[in-house]
């Protein structure tokens, strides 16, 4: 018990010494409002925008933090990738165009507050159905389907089906 307390206490004077942490993992969110924080190019310098897929709930969250802190939040959120140069609106282009909230996820002086979006209509979702693995032959999809880095494993994504670096195939 007293490892733990320690650990605990020890957490916030840690990242004390980190410049500018907003950013964590999904232990619990606070509401923020109903404005988005993240939208378009981040505006505080030295910020970049940032995104995670969230296969359990199927949102995509955004965010702008320093790239210094990628490594830490890293640890706390598998998924969290830096947006393509230039694409200030990484989950409108994977299929997640419809601003849902913000929120705050974390803990202590670990903390990110992000934009979470959804699809923009549940009936487009449904006509993609259930991602069917097919098999990689040397590297190449059958017709009809493109090759996705899963996970370190290979996939194959169906029409309807998008490529998402490291998540696989989505809708």
């Known amino acids: 018990m007293k490892f733990a307390a320690a650990i605990l206490l020890a957490i916030p004077a840690a990242m004390a010494t980190q ?8 232990t619990f969110a606070l509401s923020d409002g109903d404005e988005p924080c993240c939208v378009d190019a981040c505006t505080v310098e030295g910020e970049e925008k940032y995104y995670s897929i969230d296969t359990r709930h199927d ?4 965010c702008c933090m320093n790239p210094s802190d990628f ?4 640890k706390f959120e598998k ?8 694409d200030d609106s990484p989950c409108t282009g994977f299929g ?12 202590f002086n670990i903390k990110m507050t992000l934009d979470l979006y959804d699809h923009a209509d549940e009936e487009v979702n449904k006509l993609c159905g259930p991602h069917v693995y097919f098999a990689v032959n040397d590297g190449e999809c059958p017709n009809g389907t493109t090759l996705c880095q899963e996970g370190g494993e290979d996939s194959c994504c169906t029409q309807g089906e998008m490529c998402i670096p490291n998540v696989g195939c989505r809708c």
Do not use: F
């Open 59 to 62: 949102l995509c969250g955004e």
């Open 71 to 74: 490594d830490l939040y890293k």
């Open 96 to 107: 997640y165009p419809k601003y849902t909230e913000t929120v705050t996820h974390g803990a």
């Open 19 to 26: 410049p500018n942490l907003r950013n964590a993992q999904h």
């Open 79 to 86: 998924g969290l990738e830096k947006a393509p140069d230039g």
